[in-house]
């Protein structure tokens, strides 16, 4: 104030003129803070009307110089701040992606894995029903090969003594009659009954040849039965080995059989065994990517209200103050340009 009465004392005119010239630049900052403020919308800009119209010129520009030094500073704030998010976002994203992927990888394993489980448990259960159902079944054939051979056994006998009674019956009888004529007479009787009907007929009878007749007829009936009842044991014999043959080709068959199986559950049992270590294992693997994506999304969720909690785009805030920077800029010049020098050393 002292320099401005001194001038006034010493220089009226150039007070004056300094005078005019400062209302002039006030409108001129007037009319730009006003525009400024319109074209942007900035209650800040329109706020630096009033701060034009009524505050000295030194105070101004050194305000304006401290809005220029405080929006720099929040522009290069907010680029490292959306270069933050950008970059976080693109990080989470791909640790995301990648956590998902391996999820949907665990979880396509552990299907595969859950599903060939229970089908080996499946084909455990079925062979064990086969082998019980061979099992039973080879009971039941040697429980019935065991009774029919019980019943050859004691058929076999009861032919064989048969026909050992007869052979002695026959010995008896050879004996008494004796053994040629005997022999003779039951050949005859077997194979020339007619001529010796008529041989009997033309000549007179032999010495006790009536009773040889009969005694070689009843031969003749005994040795038939003889040789049948050889001939059933033969077959019985016969019967025994087939049956007691496929008895042993089938108890073979169920031997190998069951063998086969039994390997087969055992291979299958340890499949399961891996395939339940290995399922626990990736249900781990599971758990652990699940709380890692989980921690991923808490990450992004905190990331939200300072990287994507603003309604206007990093772009257009940038614009914005990048405006009003250049206003401000351009509002100092306009002090710089139309004030003179010595305005510019005046104090309030």
Partial sequence: MTVLVQQKQNDPVDVAKLNAETQRTREVLIDHFRTLGSQLHSIAMLNLVSVASAEPMAQVKGLLKDLIGKLTKEAAEASSLHEFCKEEKTKTKAAKDKKNDLIEKLETRLDKATSKSAELQEKIADLSGEIAASEKAVAEATSIRT?????????????????????????????????????????????????LVQDKQKAPPALGGAKSDAAGGIL????????EFRKEVSKLQSEEREASKSYDTFLHDSKVSKASKNAEIKASESEVKSLAVAVNNIGEDHKLATNELSSIMEYISKLKPQCEGRTVSYAERKARRDAEIQGLKDAL?????????????LRA
């Fill in 147 to 195: 009774a029919e051979h019980d019943q050859f056994v004691k058929q076999e006998k009861d032919y064989k003594e048969a026909a050992d009674a007869v052979e002695d019956a026959i010995d008896a009888l050879k004996d008494y009659y004796g053994d040629a004529s005997l022999v003779q007479s039951a050949a005859i009787h077997v194979h020339h009954t007619a001529a």
């Fill in 220 to 227: 003749s009936i005994m040795q038939t039965m003889q040789a």
């Fill in 333 to 345: 010049s306009i002090i710089e340009k139309d004030a003179p020098s010595s305005f510019l050393q």
